[in-house]
């Protein structure tokens, strides 16, 4: 299994799901957790954009182009292009090693907050394979005004296309095309002439512009320490609850998984069907609600009497965009109507407001499904997305022998002291949480 080397993929398996079910599913209540920390400083450094020697080159949103190379001795060095062949004014920052360049017409979106940073963040775009040599085309999501969302305007800007709606962001995810970039960029910010001081607005009702990122997933051992031999002595094995498992797929003609699959759909737009291609969601699904049949009973998912809801957002490769994993959670709370939605996959840490954290908390709110969600392997960077959400049952990590965190399977708890809205127990409030909710260690590192 190849694991995440990006801080953006990072993950761990969602035992925290079949935990829920085992202990008793506890409906939504009036309480809510607190939000993750603002996102820190001291989290592992990004990787160098390119190796010695090498260049690349990446079309921002504003349609500036950027070359990336690395000189002997390490540092990295940018060149900026506007569409024309001018040099625009830009800025250039290093933060925790990802090198960032704002040309100076971007810069006040990106300070009032109307762009995401990431879309500037050329170390990620290049990680993630949004340079130019590998695509013509930047994903994004846009999130509509209140205004706009409540006329039901459609999500739309010259010179990108229409890719799906995410109603549970009240936005949709677009794509521009690298030809199209000066003629979106201009549409995107036309009439966006203001006083001084006041904060700039983007065009059509839109109200921020999103990296449609990639999220990728990681394995963990499944474990025999929380207990659930003892809730199946009780007879409780979660029998007829519906479950959604957002994932790389699932081989549904394994014996642990026959006859345990009720629904499924693929969100992955060049993998129609829902065949995991990876294994993790596979092996997620099976340590939910697998039957053991493959093992003479040895191997039993902690839940097996559940009924499983197979959402493929993952390709692969183990990895996703941040659009096909929210139109995943739409699909198994709203039309699936699962009480439960594992999510063992994650992206960068951050205070919830990102559009995953959004629809997880929306989605629980409208549905009452409760998503539990890896806290991610970042460490002391933090709570990852879609973990970071108000209303996420975010699941931390133990290894076989102790109940407490194990590198590199941790995250850092929110700093306030909350309860979730679905489960009774404290949220976070020291490392690790109530031991029911912990997860094993991941079996490899990163």
Request: with cysteine.
């Given at each position: 299994?190849?694991?995440?080397h990006?801080?953006?993929r990072?993950g761990?398996?969602?035992?925290?799901?079949a935990?829920?079910?085992a202990?008793?599913?506890?409906?939504?209540?009036?309480?809510?957790?607190?939000?993750?920390?603002?996102?820190?400083?001291?989290?592992p450094?990004?990787?160098?954009?390119?190796?010695?020697?090498?260049?690349?080159?990446?079309?921002?949103?504003t349609?500036?182009?950027?070359?990336v190379?690395?000189?002997?001795?390490?540092?990295?060095?940018?060149?900026?292009?506007?569409?024309?062949?001018s040099?625009?004014?830009?800025?250039r920052?290093?933060?925790?090693?990802?090198?960032?360049?704002?040309p100076?017409?971007a810069?006040?979106?990106?300070?009032?907050?109307?762009?995401?940073?990431?879309?500037?963040n050329?170390?990620?775009?290049?990680?993630?394979?949004?340079?130019d040599?590998?695509t013509?085309?930047?994903?994004?999501?846009?999130?509509?005004?209140?205004?706009?969302?409540?006329?039901?305007?459609?999500?739309?800007?010259d010179?990108a296309?229409?890719?799906?709606?995410?109603?549970?962001?009240?936005?949709?995810?677009?794509?521009?095309?690298?030809?199209?970039?000066?003629?979106?960029?201009?549409?995107?910010?036309?009439?966006?002439?203001?006083?001084?001081g006041?904060?700039?607005?983007?065009?059509?009702?839109?109200?921020?512009v999103?990296?449609?990122?990639?999220?990728?997933a990681?394995?963990?051992?499944?474990?025999?320490?929380?207990?659930?031999?003892?809730?199946?002595?009780e007879?409780n094995?979660?029998?007829?609850?519906?479950?959604?498992?957002l994932?790389s797929?699932?081989?549904?003609?394994?014996?642990?998984?026959?006859?345990?699959?009720?629904?499924?759909?693929?969100?992955?737009?060049?993998?129609?069907?829902?065949?995991?291609?990876?294994?993790?969601?596979?092996?997620?699904?099976?340590t939910?609600?697998?039957?053991?049949?493959?093992?003479?009973?040895?191997?039993?998912?902690?839940?097996p009497?559940?009924r499983?809801?197979?959402?493929?957002?993952?390709?692969?490769?183990?990895?996703?965009?941040?659009?096909?994993i929210?139109?995943?959670m739409?699909?198994?709370?709203?039309?699936?109507?699962?009480r439960?939605?594992?999510?063992?996959?994650?992206?960068?840490?951050?205070?919830?407001?990102?559009?995953?954290?959004?629809?997880?908390d929306?989605?629980?709110?409208e549905?009452?499904?409760?998503?539990?969600?890896?806290?991610?392997n970042?460490?002391?960077?933090?709570?990852?997305?879609?973990?970071?959400?108000?209303?996420?049952?975010?699941?931390?990590?133990?290894?076989a022998?102790?109940t407490?965190?194990?590198?590199p399977?941790?995250?850092?708890?929110?700093?306030?002291?909350?309860?979730?809205?679905?489960?009774?127990?404290?949220?976070?409030?020291?490392?690790p949480?109530?031991?029911?909710?912990?997860?094993?260690?991941?079996?490899?590192?990163?």
């Amino acid at each position: 299994m190849a694991l995440s080397h990006r801080r953006r993929r990072t993950g761990l398996i969602a035992l925290g799901a079949a935990l829920t079910l085992a202990a008793g599913f506890t409906a939504p209540g009036a309480a809510r957790a607190a939000a993750a920390p603002p996102h820190p400083t001291d989290r592992p450094a990004g990787q160098p954009p390119a190796a010695a020697g090498r260049t690349s080159t990446v079309t921002l949103i504003t349609g500036d182009t950027v070359t990336v190379s690395t000189s002997a001795d390490g540092s990295t060095v940018s060149t900026v292009r506007r569409p024309d062949g001018s040099t625009p004014t830009f800025h250039r920052t290093v933060l925790d090693g990802d090198t960032y360049v704002y040309p100076d017409a971007a810069l006040s979106y990106v300070t009032s907050g109307v762009l995401d940073r990431q879309l500037f963040n050329v170390t990620e775009l290049i990680a993630d394979g949004y340079d130019d040599a590998h695509t013509d085309a930047l994903p994004l999501i846009v999130t509509m005004t209140d205004a706009a969302a409540r006329d039901r305007t459609r999500p739309a800007v010259d010179g990108a296309e229409l890719v799906r709606p995410l109603d549970s962001v009240r936005g949709a995810a677009l794509t521009r095309q690298r030809a199209t970039a000066e003629r979106f960029w201009t549409a995107l910010t036309a009439g966006s002439t203001r006083r001084t001081g006041d904060a700039p607005t983007l065009a059509n009702g839109i109200a921020k512009v999103w990296l449609d990122g990639r999220v990728h997933a990681n394995l963990a051992d499944s474990t025999a320490q929380i207990g659930a031999p003892r809730l199946w002595a009780e007879g409780n094995t979660a029998t007829g609850v519906d479950v959604a498992v957002l994932d790389s797929g699932a081989d549904a003609e394994h014996p642990d998984l026959a006859g345990q699959i009720a629904e499924s759909h693929s969100f992955v737009p060049s993998e129609p069907d829902i065949l995991d291609y990876k294994g993790h969601g596979t092996h997620v699904a099976s340590t939910i609600a697998g039957t053991g049949a493959a093992s003479g009973g040895v191997e039993r998912g902690v839940a097996p009497g559940a009924r499983l809801h197979i959402g493929k957002v993952l390709n692969s490769e183990g990895s996703g965009q941040d659009s096909w994993i929210i139109a995943g959670m739409e699909w198994a709370a709203r039309e699936q109507k699962a009480r439960v939605v594992s999510m063992s996959l994650g992206g960068e840490s951050t205070d919830g407001g990102d559009p995953m954290s959004q629809a997880v908390d929306r989605l629980s709110a409208e549905t009452g499904a409760l998503f539990v969600i890896a806290a991610g392997n970042s460490g002391p960077a933090s709570i990852g997305s879609p973990g970071a959400a108000n209303s996420a049952l975010t699941v931390g990590a133990v290894d076989a022998t102790t109940t407490s965190p194990t590198s590199p399977a941790r995250a850092r708890a929110p700093a306030t002291v909350g309860s979730s809205p679905r489960s009774p127990h404290p949220a976070w409030t020291s490392w690790p949480p109530a031991r029911t909710w912990c997860a094993a260690a991941p079996a490899t590192t990163r």
